[in-house]
């Protein structure tokens, strides 16, 4: 276990965790401000990407407060329920149980199908065990609440026809 807690505190990761929090803490902000807003985001070593309909002075009091908010122990803020983990972790789960379901099931069509009620049940249960381990895994792996010396230096829009992105960049 030492060697995942070294690999996760390792600096580019490290600073994807981070970022990843802060994104989450920011459109969780964003989206208590502007409720029903369509906002989306993706975290990587330099900072991150907020996509949606949101202008960049509000983004930049969201980043601001989020920031703030996770220095001063707001760790919740980190978890968010839309997060890509949630689905990959589910979906992990449920493709697992597919498998196994599948296996030594033989060629013939008809004895595929006879596995389907299995494949369905085995698939429900990961799904439903998938959606408290989504956010664990969050917790413990994809981000970490904990912004360190992290701050943001740059935020730039980029206004596109159907769909305005901002990039906030971070340094440690």
């Known amino acids: 276990m030492s060697k995942l807690t070294n690999l996760l505190e390792w600096g580019p990761i490290s600073r994807v965790r981070r970022n990843h929090a802060l994104e989450h803490a920011t459109l969780q902000v964003l989206t208590r401000k502007h409720p029903g807003a369509r906002l989306a985001g993706y975290s990587d070593m330099q900072g991150f990407w907020v996509i949606g309909k949101v202008s960049t002075e509000d983004l930049q009091l969201a980043v601001e407060e989020a920031l703030q908010r996770l220095r001063n122990g707001e760790a919740s803020l980190a978890i968010h ?32 199908l006879d596995r389907l009620p299995l494949v369905v049940s085995l698939v429900t249960v990961a799904m439903v065990v998938g ?26 829009r980029y206004p596109r026809e159907k769909m305005t992105t901002h990039r906030v960049i971070t340094q440690k």
């Open 131 to 156: 959606q408290p381990l989504g956010p664990r895994f969050q917790e413990k792996v994809t981000t970490q609440a904990n912004p360190g010396e992290l701050r943001v230096v740059e935020i730039s």
């Open 81 to 112: 329920p839309n997060c890509g983990t949630n689905f990959a972790v589910s979906g992990a789960l449920a493709g697992t149980a597919a498998w196994i379901a599948m296996l030594d099931s033989g060629t013939g069509l008809r004895n595929k």
